[in-house]
């Protein structure tokens, strides 16, 4: 017997991937649109792109790549998620390290107990990301909603060393991917 030959069965419309909802998937790629809106601004109000090797440009192109990928990863479907979780964990520890890497980079280390906040920093958001590897994906989500939240805006206007422009993109390409991730943890539950 067929549904054709059964006209009064209900039958249940299947999600476009497996695991989700039907309203799961386009929340995700809401998301994932506002997160690459966000970082193609952020490229955007890069001040110079003159400066080589400045941590911020670099942490610029690679949340450009990340989010890409990103892209790619939702194209490969069910495959892929767990490079995407695993790439998403390397992100959320690199957050912190561009932070370390502007203090160093800082010509002026005047404020020398500022270092100790950064590495702190660093420790705090790679406990984030093992937790989201090997517990939870929650805490991919947290950390990184919480980098943007907590730690770009705390630097904002508080920092000699991390420009104000960085700090304002990071805190809403962290908000957004945050969002994301939170909107993915279904996904990355069933990987």
Not at 54 to 71: E, M, N, R, S, Y
């Amino acid at each position: 017997m067929t549904i054709a030959d059964e006209p009064n069965v209900k039958t249940i419309a299947k999600a476009e991937a497996t695991g989700l909802t039907k309203a799961q998937n386009p929340i995700q790629i809401i998301g994932l649109i506002a997160v690459s809106i966000i970082t193609v601004w952020t490229l955007y109000i890069v001040p110079s792109w003159q400066a080589p090797g400045d941590p911020f440009l670099l942490a610029a192109v690679v949340g450009a790549l990340t989010v890409a990928c990103l892209w790619l990863t939702r194209w490969l479907g069910s495959r892929a998620r767990k490079f995407e979780r695993t790439m998403l964990a390397a992100f959320l520890v690199g957050m912190p390290l561009v932070y370390v890497m502007g203090w160093f980079a800082a010509r002026d280390h005047a404020a020398n107990l500022w270092i100790w906040v950064e590495l702190l920093g660093l420790a705090l958001f790679v406990g984030f990301a093992a937790l989201g590897l090997k517990n939870s994906p929650w805490f991919l989500a947290l950390g990184i909603a919480g980098h943007g939240f907590a730690w770009d805006l705390w630097h904002y206007k508080n920092s000699a060393y991390i420009p104000d422009w960085y700090a304002v993109a990071c805190m809403l390409v962290d908000l957004a991917l945050g969002a994301y991730v939170a909107a993915r943890v279904p996904a990355y539950r069933e990987a």
